[in-house]
């Protein structure tokens, strides 16, 4: 049980370049978040997921689209990256049964953008 | 709108002495509350929560918080800290009527041996 996995683990990107972030989580979870870390700023909700095929925006969606085809999986992707993207980036997962509120983090993305 | 509130960007302490680290929060409805701590390099672990009962809520490592409705607020302590407790503390609050956690801005935490 691997729980929650993300790739890549570190990435350098140039102004403009395109890339996709994978997450996935091995624990038949419904809902599925993405969240950036910025240094004072805490976690902030990117974009999340209530079960398959669904997405929808959180705080700062602006510059990354997501798409959740398969339950295990959630994707981030930046179109045409910019510095203000340089992040560490977390995905989270939560059970919607029983009294499991808490989400599960995976070990993170830290992307630069130059 | 659900937001959280950690007073304290740096809390000090040496080992052996209590550890508290603050938290309020602000939230419509009745709040799901957490803990999670952040080693170097590493996710966010969970830690504890409160989402109902007892106010008194016990978790991992040794952790424990106390949810406050009057005073709004959900501290995290521990009766004696540990040089390993160094770490990135998170609290973070949820309406249950949401689908979101809203998190604090963080309290790093050192613990001097």
């Known amino acids: 049980n691997a729980g929650v996995t993300q790739t890549p683990k570190f990435r350098v990107l140039k102004t403009g370049q395109s890339m996709t972030l994978l997450c996935a989580q091995d624990m038949n979870h419904e809902y599925m978040y993405w969240y950036r870390q910025d240094p004072g700023m805490g976690l902030r909700l990117i974009h999340y997921?209530?079960?398959?095929?669904?997405?929808a925006k959180g705080e700062v969606p602006d510059g990354y689209n997501v798409s959740r085809l398969k339950k295990q999986n959630f994707l981030l992707g930046l179109e045409s990256a910019a510095p203000s993207q340089t992040s560490v980036y977390f995905c989270?997962?939560?059970?919607?049964?029983?009294?499991?509120?808490?989400?599960?983090f995976g070990p993170g993305t830290r992307l630069t953008v130059t | 709108a659900q937001s959280v509130a950690q007073p304290e960007d740096q809390v000090n302490v040496a080992e052996g002495n209590p550890l508290t680290v603050k938290c309020t929060y602000s939230?419509?409805?009745?709040?799901?509350l957490f803990w999670y701590v952040q080693y170097p390099n590493r996710g966010l672990q969970f830690l504890l929560k409160y989402i109902t009962g007892d106010n008194l809520v016990k978790g991992s490592y040794g952790f424990e918080a106390e949810f406050n409705k009057s005073q709004t607020s959900f501290h995290l302590k521990k009766p004696s800290a540990l040089v390993s407790d160094s770490a990135l503390y998170f609290c973070a609050v949820r309406d249950p009527d949401d689908y979101k956690l809203s998190f604090g801005a963080g309290t790093t935490v050192t613990v001097r041996a």
């Open positions: 989270a997962s939560r059970s919607d049964r029983g009294s499991s509120y808490e989400q599960y």
């Open positions: 997921s209530v079960g398959e095929g669904t997405t």
């Open positions: 939230v419509s409805g009745n709040p799901y």
